[in-house]
């Protein structure tokens, strides 16, 4: 163990990362979920939607935890107020997973085969975000060990580098499926039409706070570089 993890002793990342490890679990739920939507399986989405509200609960009742126990001393291996706000952003993603869930909900919606590859693609890459700013926050303990600098420090930099490249994609993908749903949606009802837009919406923040996430996590090694 380095001097510097010996002068903070227990490291406040460890509940983080399990924060995270929740918070994951919440966006996993919502690949069975769509896998429902696309057998038309109405009553399992109601099943699947509690199952991800009770994940989000969980980790909600993680997060207080960590709140409620931080040190406000000074020795801190990262500014409380970054350490939170990392801790706010993991479960702005949660709540994205549970809001998406929420809204499968209110309508029996159906994949048109006009965009079903695409939306695929679309929610594929935006798990993928939420995977690899995961892999960000398990580094969080070796970049302790390194006092946020070095090798472990550039490793975690092209992590980052990977989240932003993601977000981008996605962003693409969003444009175009978008577009897509303007045109086929005219011929919808305007409940669906704009349920549609929200499901998109949500799930496209997954990326987009998976992004905020891996920058917050960059700017704390930039501070301490």
């Known amino acids: ?21 929740k918070v994951a ?14 057998r038309k399986e109405y009553h399992s989405i109601v ?10 609960h969980e980790a909600d009742l993680t997060k207080n935890n960590i709140r409620n126990n931080l040190p406000s001393g000074l020795f801190l291996p990262i500014a409380r107020a970054s350490l939170l706000e990392i801790l706010s952003l993991q479960d702005n993603i949660a709540d994205a997973a549970e809001n998406v869930g929420v809204l499968l909900t209110y309508r029996h919606l159906e994949i048109d085969a006009s965009f079903s590859d695409l939306f695929a693609t679309f929610l594929k890459k935006n798990i993928k975000a939420v995977d690899e700013v995961h892999a960000v926050i398990k580094e969080m303990h070796e970049l302790l060990e390194s006092s946020f600098a070095g090798v472990e420090a ?6 980052v580098e990977k989240v932003a490249l993601t977000e981008h994609e996605v962003d693409l993908l969003q444009h175009d ?4 749903i303007f045109a086929v949606g005219e011929s919808w009802p305007h409940p669906t039409f704009y349920l549609w837009m929200k499901v998109i919406q949500e799930v496209g923040a997954l990326s987009d706070i998976a992004e905020k996430l891996a920058n917050r996590v960059r700017m704390t090694l930039e501070v301490k570089g």
């Open 154 to 159: 550039e490793k975690v930099r092209q992590m």
């Open 177 to 180: 499926l978008t577009k897509i």
């Open 47 to 56: 099943t699947l939607s509690e199952r991800i509200s009770k994940l989000e």
């Open 25 to 38: 679990s919440c966006v996993k739920g919502i690949v069975p979920l769509f896998e429902a939507l696309t």
């Open 1 to 21: 163990m380095s001097a510097l993890a010996r002068v903070f002793g227990r490291s406040p990342f460890a509940p983080l990362q399990a924060h995270m490890g």
